[in-house]
Nanobody, 113 residues
Framework: QVQPVESGGGLVQAGGSLTLSCTASSAIFRNNVMGWYRQAPGKQRERVATITPLGSTYYEDSVKGRFTISRDNAKSTMHLQMNALKPEDTAVYYC???????WGQGTQVTVSS
């Protein structure tokens, strides 16, 4: 089971937007709740959003109303649209199953004030 691959991170000013992408094997995606996670320097990894195979979503309070998670089951891909970014959103972002398997490299998001 190959780990997911994240992309789309970068450096953005506060208030800006980024869209992250995740590609995973069908074995990881199929019938699984998927999620986006992030880990800021010196902090534990936290789950920020999840999406069920049928598209029901959950967002952690700090990103609610700013982030949008979506998935394409046919392509085994997932996205995280991030708007109104804040410096506290700075972290390495990862995608994985709700019950995480092997972690990928993640993608760095840096928000400058």
């Amino acid at each position: 089971q190959v780990q997911p691959v994240e992309s789309g991170g970068g450096l953005v000013q506060a208030g800006g937007s980024l869209t992250l992408s995740c590609t995973a094997s069908s074995a990881i995606f199929r019938n699984n709740v998927m999620g986006w996670y992030r880990q800021a320097p010196g902090k534990q990894r936290e789950r920020v959003a999840t999406i069920t195979p049928l598209g029901s979503t959950y967002y952690e309070d700090s990103v609610k109303g700013r982030f949008t998670i979506s998935r394409d089951n046919a392509k085994s891909t997932m996205h995280l649209q991030m708007n109104a970014l804040k410096p506290e959103d700075t972290a390495v972002y990862y995608c994985n199953q709700y019950r995480p398997g092997a972690w990928g490299q993640g993608t760095q998001v840096t928000v400058s004030s």
